[in-house]
C-alpha cells in the first residue's frame, strides 16, 4: 500500500535544519574536529539541586501515576510566586497557569484550541519554526510580519493592513527574540495590546529567554502591559533557565479563556507533565534567585568572547543583550546558506543560516553561545583564517 501523507503535512515548509544536521554528521564522521554554534540548547548540566528533587520525587510512588492535566496546585502556586518577584504580575493559580510538556507542546497546540480553517495568524518572520506549523496543521492562514533591522525586529502593527488585522485571530510574538536575539520593552507591549483590542485579535507572547539577559537587561513580561491579560497569553519554559530542555516542562499563563481552552485541547492530547518532573521544577523556581546569576555571567562572558573577537577580526556582529544567539549580517559575497557552509567546509564551524527561520532571515547566520569559551576562541581563530 502506498502511505499518503496529509496536505497538512505536505503544506509544511521544509525543514533546512535536517539538512544541516546531515552535513554535521558526516563531517564528524570524517573525523573533523567541528565547533557546533548551530544549536539552540545549553551544554551544561541541569543544576545539582534540580536533580536532587527529582531523584527524591522519583522514589515516590504517587508521582508514578497519570499527572492531572492541569498541573500540580503547587507547582502552579510556585509559578505565580515567580511571577509576582520577577515580573511583579499577579497570576491566579487556579485559573491563569497551565503547566505544559515544554513550551513548544503548548506553542503548537494552541491553534487547535483557536483557529478554523481560514483564520488568520499573524506570525513573525524570521521565527521559532512551531509558530507557522501549529496554524498549518489546523489550517490556519499564516500571514507574515517582517522582522527587520530598521525597526529592531519588531513587527510594524501600523503597516499590517486593516482588513488583514480584522480578519486575524492571534498575532504571535517573542522577545528577547529566538533567532535576532531582539529585545521588546514595555511601550511595544502596550502598542501591541492597543492593536489587538482595536483589532480583536488574541496575543501569543512566547517569552522563553526573558532570564537570559545581560548587563543588567531586565526583559518584561508581556503581561505588564495594562489590558494584556483582557487578550493574551505568555508562554514561558523552564528550558533555558535551568538548562533543562530533555525535561520538558514549561507553562502558559494569563487569559484564563484562553488558558482554559488550551487545557481542553490538551485533556484530549496528553495526560500530564510526570509528576517527578513538576516537583524538580517546583525546585527550580524556588531556587531562581540564587541559581540565575550565575547562568547571566556565565554566558555573559561567552557572548563578550564571541562578539569581541569577531569584531577584533573586523567583521561588525551586534552584541546581543538577552538570549544565546548573536545573529550576525553574512560577509559579503555570501547569502546564508553559502556563509555557513563555507564555514562548515572551511572552517569546520557549524552556524545556522538565518533563511531556517523564514524568508526575512535571509542576510543572516546565527551563532549559538552555547560552547565554552576556548572553542568561541578557537571558532573565532578559525574565521579569521577564512574571511
Ligand atoms: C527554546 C525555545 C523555547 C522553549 O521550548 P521548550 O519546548 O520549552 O523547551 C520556546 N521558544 C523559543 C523561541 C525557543 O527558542
Redesign the pocket.
Known amino acids: 500500500m502506498k502511505i499518503e501523507i496529509s496536505e497538512r503535512l505536505k503544506k509544511l515548509p521544509p525543514y533546512l535544519f535536517v539538512e544541516i544536521d546531515r552535513a554535521k554528521k558526516r563531517a564528524r564522521e570524517e573525523g573533523r574536529d567541528i565547533v557546533d554554534l548551530g544549536i539552540?540548547d545549553p551544554d551544561t548540566p541541569t543544576p545539582q539541586f534540580i536533580i536532587d528533587a527529582l531523584n527524591e520525587a522519583v522514589k515516590d510512588a504517587s508521582t508514578h501515576r497519570y499527572a492531572l492535566d492541569a498541573g500540580l496546585l503547587e507547582l502552579r502556586k510556585e509559578i505565580a510566586i515567580w511571577y509576582k518577584s520577577r515580573f511583579d504580575v499577579d497570576l491566579d493559580p487556579q485559573t491563569e497557569i497551565l503547566p505544559?510538556i515544554?513550551?513548544?507542546?503548548g506553542?503548537a497546540h494552541m491553534p487547535l484550541a483557536f483557529i478554523n480553517p481560514g483564520d488568520a495568524a499573524l506570525v513573525p518572520d524570521p521565527c521559532?519554526p512551531p509558530y507557522k506549523s501549529g496554524n498549518i496543521f489546523c489550517e490556519g492562514d499564516v500571514r507574515l510580519m517582517p522582522l527587520v533591522e530598521k525597526n529592531g525586529f519588531l513587527p510594524d502593527l501600523k503597516g499590517i493592513d486593516a482588513s488583514l488585522a480584522d480578519r486575524a485571530r492571534v498575532i504571535y510574538l517573542?522577545y528577547p527574540?529566538?533567532p535576532t536575539s531582539a529585545c521588546a520593552g514595555l511601550d511595544f507591549f502596550k502598542d501591541v495590546v492597543r492593536f489587538a483590542q482595536k483589532h480583536n485579535i488574541m496575543v501569543c507572547h512566547?517569552a522563553?529567554?526573558t532570564e537570559l539577559a545581560y548587563d543588567n537587561t531586565r526583559p518584561p513580561s508581556f503581561l505588564n502591559a495594562p489590558g494584556s491579560k483582557e487578550l493574551g497569553v505568555e508562554?514561558h519554559?523552564?528550558?533555558?533557565t535551568f538548562n533543562m530542555?530533555g525535561w520538558?516542562?514549561?507553562f502558559v499563563v494569563g487569559n484564563k479563556d484562553m488558558v482554559s481552552a488550551i487545557a481542553r485541547v490538551k485533556s484530549n492530547i496528553d495526560s500530564g507533565i510526570f509528576a517527578a518532573i513538576q516537583r524538580a521544577g517546583i525546585a527550580a523556581l524556588r531556587n531562581y534567585h540564587e541559581h540565575i546569576k550565575g547562568l547571566r555571567d556565565f554566558y555573559q562572558k561567552r557572548r563578550d568572547a564571541l562578539c569581541d573577537g569577531l569584531i577584533s577580526i573586523g567583521w561588525k556582529v551586534p552584541k546581543p543583550q538577552a538570549t544565546f544567539y548573536v545573529w550576525a549580517k553574512c560577509l559579503k559575497g555570501y547569502d546564508s546558506i553559502g556563509l555557513a557552509r563555507h564555514f562548515l567546509d572551511n572552517a569546520d564551524i557549524v552556524t545556522t543560516p538565518g533563511v531556517g527561520f523564514g524568508h526575512y532571515g535571509e542576510g543572516y547566520i546565527r551563532m549559538a553561545i552555547t560552547v565554552g569559551e576556548d572553542r568561541i576562541r578557537e571558532a573565532v581563530d578559525r574565521i579569521k583564517k577564512v574571511i
Open positions: 539552540g505544559l515544554g513550551s513548544k507542546e506553542i521559532y517573542n527574540n529566538n512566547d522563553a529567554y508562554f519554559s523552564l528550558s533555558k530542555t520538558r516542562i514549561g
